[in-house]
């Protein structure tokens, strides 16, 4: 199993940045496949970016693409999302996922962190 752990949301200013993100715990992170997903009040979620086990591989939904960044340290065990030219609508609680069996913007995540709320001000 691993734990997810999500930090730096925060209120910004639209145009601004923010840089999200996920510690894991455990000792195989670099074994998961990773995802960002977002869940704005009264909508579905809907997922954000991927990224491959070695970092090698992303994808982005054409929403944010452009302006956000996934990235990954294993070192660290830690991915992150850099959101750049941020917009009133991608205000959300922001979820990183993993998987060891593969990552995507449509696949179905087993490890889910507990989110972190990013308010984007207009």
């Known amino acids: 199993q691993v734990q997810l752990v999500e930090s730096g949301g925060g209120l910004v200013q639209a145009g601004g940045s923010l840089r999200l993100s996920c510690t894991a715990s455990?000792?195989?992170?670099?074994?998961?496949?990773m995802g960002w997903f977002r869940q704005a009040p009264g909508k579905e979620r809907e997922a954000v970016a991927a990224i491959s086990w070695s970092g090698g591989s992303t994808y982005y939904a054409d929403s944010v693409k452009g302006r956000f960044t996934i990235s990954r340290d294993n070192a660290k065990n830690t991915v992150y999302l850099k959101m750049n030219s941020l917009k009133p609508e991608d205000t959300a609680v922001y979820y990183c996922?993993?998987?060891?069996?593969?990552?995507?913007?449509?696949?179905?995540?087993?490890?889910w962190g507990q989110g972190t709320q990013v308010t984007v001000s207009s």
């Open positions: 996922a993993a998987d060891p069996r593969g990552y995507g913007l449509r696949f179905s995540y087993e490890y």
């Open positions: 455990g000792r195989t992170f670099s074994t998961y496949g």
